[in-house]
């Protein structure tokens, strides 16, 4: 039972460009959601996160947007850069509980 | 200074053996997972610590045993290894309080099952 997809598995996107990371849920419960990063041979590292109670969080070229009505979230990375060529995963929680659950990921590619 | 380390980092063996994986946290937190990745990239909890005590056990075969000596390391015992045990398993630490989004996570332990 796959509660949070990322139904685009790659992303190729020009340098300096917008790129446009979309993930949706099914779970009406979850009421936390995070944007994790994976380079190769690395682990995740975390990006940013946005509580149900808002619809958008902004962290510099980062900026993650919710719709809790469409169940989805998507995280906008404006300009892109070659650094953020990596594979995203989506992640929805309910908050305080530990317990993460991932989408599959995006592998995003930054062309130069 | 790595701050969640595990080994080995890649880890060949046949059908039925027994094998263990470590992990170290250096963060001082209180809270320690295991995940696993598996062929299909799903990235899903399978055991959780908090101070050497199990908080999360999701269904997994009882085939795996986590171990947590100290609250700094987190050991992940495999009997019996079976070919669907293939996948990259991730460890990851946190402070409770802030571990919905604080999780550390290591570089992961490739293990292959032949």
């Known amino acids: 039972d796959q509660q949070v997809k990322q139904n685009s598995p790659s992303l190729s996107v020009q340098e300096g460009r917008i790129s446009i990371l979309n993930c949706d849920y099914t779970n009406s419960m979850f009421d936390y959601f995070l944007w994790y990063k994976k380079y190769p041979a690395e682990g995740p590292t975390f990006l940013i996160s946005?509580?149900?109670?808002?619809d958008k969080n902004e962290d510099g070229r980062f900026t993650v947007f919710l719709n809790k009505s469409a169940k989805h979230l998507s995280l906008h990375i404006v300009p892109s850069q070659p650094g953020d060529s990596a594979v995203y995963f989506c992640?929805?929680?309910?908050?305080?509980?530990?317990?993460?659950?991932f989408g599959t990921g995006t592998r995003l590619t930054i062309i130069p | 200074d790595t701050a969640v380390s595990q080994t080995p980092k890649y880890l060949v063996t046949q059908m039925g053996n027994d094998k263990s994986i470590k992990c170290e946290q250096n963060?001082?937190?209180?809270?320690m997972y295991w995940y696993k990745q598996d062929s299909k990239k799903f990235l899903k909890i399978m055991f959780s610590y908090n101070n050497k005590e199990l908080i999360i056990n999701e269904t997994v075969p009882n085939r795996f045993s986590p171990k947590s000596p100290d609250k700094a390391h987190l050991n992940l015992h495999i009997n019996s290894l079976e070919l669907g045990d293939s996948a990259v398993y991730f460890c990851?630490?946190?402070?409770?309080?802030?571990?919905?989004?604080?999780?550390?996570f290591g570089p992961g332990t490739r293990l292959t099952v032949l």
């Open positions: 992640a929805a929680a309910n908050f305080g509980n530990e317990k993460l659950t």
């Open positions: 946005i509580s149900s109670i808002k």
């Open positions: 963060l001082g937190h209180d809270t």
């Open positions: 990851a630490s946190s402070v409770r309080e802030t571990s919905t989004d604080t999780q550390y």
